[in-house]
């Protein structure tokens, strides 16, 4: 009698830790598919799995920058619940595909929910990589209040055309002809 309360009481026990740490720490962890990012150059904070979505504060933001230099770049700041984001991805997507092999394509993702993200990233096929801003201090640093925004830096690290709203063709080519002249 006495050992089947002591197994009740340890079920019990398990259960309510097992309650307990899924109840503080959200669901488990499921693990991140694998897309590879197509990306110019290999630098140790450039993301090389496209759903990865590590998080990002400005000083790692700027490290990335910092290790970017050489390579022309196209910032594009977006979220899965932003409409005009959903509209100017396919350009992006396509753009970032013409200019393989010439300019690195690098997006940050803010306050959104990494499940939500990767659905989105998965939706339009986007193989550039991303980096995760919970918080929006990414977007402020660059100067941006709303979104989307695009910012093109040259290969000397300069920022030379800043776009803070939906890109359309015309001006996602005149940023990338700014940036790839040399």
Same mark, same amino acid.
């Given at each position: 009698?006495?050992?089947?309360?002591?197994?009740?009481?340890?079920?019990?026990? $398990? !259960?309510?830790?097992?309650?307990?740490?899924?109840?503080?720490?959200?669901?488990?962890?499921?693990? $991140?598919?694998?897309?590879?990012?197509?990306? !110019?150059?290999?630098?140790?904070?450039?993301?090389?799995?496209?759903?990865?979505?590590?998080? #990002?504060?400005?000083?790692?933001?700027?490290?990335?920058?910092?290790?970017?230099?050489?390579?022309?770049?196209?910032?594009?700041?977006?979220?899965?619940?932003?409409?005009?984001?959903?509209?100017?991805?396919?350009?992006?997507?396509?753009?970032?595909?013409?200019?393989?092999?010439?300019?690195?394509?690098?997006?940050?993702?803010?306050?959104?929910?990494?499940?939500?993200?990767?659905? #989105?990233?998965?939706?339009?096929?986007?193989?550039?990589?991303?980096?995760?801003?919970?918080?929006?201090?990414?977007?402020?640093?660059?100067?941006?209040?709303?979104?989307?925004?695009?910012? #093109?830096?040259?290969?000397?690290?300069?920022?030379?055309?800043?776009?803070?709203?939906?890109?359309?063709?015309?001006?996602?080519?005149?940023?990338?002809?700014?940036?790839?002249?040399?």
């Amino acid at each position: 009698m006495r050992s089947m309360r002591l197994l009740r009481l340890t079920a019990a026990a $398990v !259960v309510l830790s097992t309650v307990a740490v899924a109840c503080t720490h959200g669901s488990p962890d499921r693990p $991140v598919p694998t897309v590879t990012a197509t990306n !110019v150059v290999t630098r140790p904070l450039l993301p090389t799995n496209v759903m990865e979505l590590p998080s #990002f504060d400005p000083a790692s933001f700027q490290q990335l920058m910092d290790q970017l230099k050489g390579t022309p770049v196209v910032v594009n700041v977006w979220a899965s619940w932003c409409k005009p984001c959903e509209d100017e991805t396919p350009l992006l997507v396509k753009a970032a595909k013409s200019a393989a092999g010439k300019v690195q394509f690098l997006g940050v993702d803010i306050q959104d929910a990494r499940s939500s993200a990767q659905t #989105f990233l998965r939706k339009y096929g986007v193989t550039y990589p991303s980096v995760y801003d919970a918080t929006g201090a990414v977007k402020r640093q660059l100067g941006f209040v709303g979104q989307p925004d695009t910012v #093109f830096y040259d290969a000397s690290g300069r920022p030379v055309e800043k776009v803070p709203q939906q890109l359309d063709q015309a001006t996602l080519q005149a940023g990338l002809a700014k940036i790839t002249a040399s």
